[in-house]
């Protein structure tokens, strides 16, 4: 999985709606640029906030981006 996600890619993969992620990154002034998230910095940022994101979201932690 990339680094950088779009919103959409990024609320399939943490289970939070599309609106929310965005508000999220808003509230939590993480960049959204050229209309991508750095999923690093978006669990880093709410993790350090004390939210608490959904089962499974700490997993694209883990993921490695893809080389191609």
Not at 22 to 38: K, S, T
Request: aromatic letters at 2%; glycine letters at 8%; charged letters at 25%.
């Amino acid at each position: 999985m990339a680094v950088h996600l779009t919103p959409d890619e990024l609320s399939e993969a943490t289970g939070l709606s599309r609106k929310e992620v965005v508000r999220l990154c808003v509230q939590e002034a993480v960049p959204i640029y050229n209309g991508r998230i750095d999923k690093t910095l978006f669990i880093n940022s709410m993790s350090a906030s004390g939210r608490r994101l959904p089962e499974g979201a700490e997993s694209l932690m883990l993921e490695q981006p893809s080389v191609g």
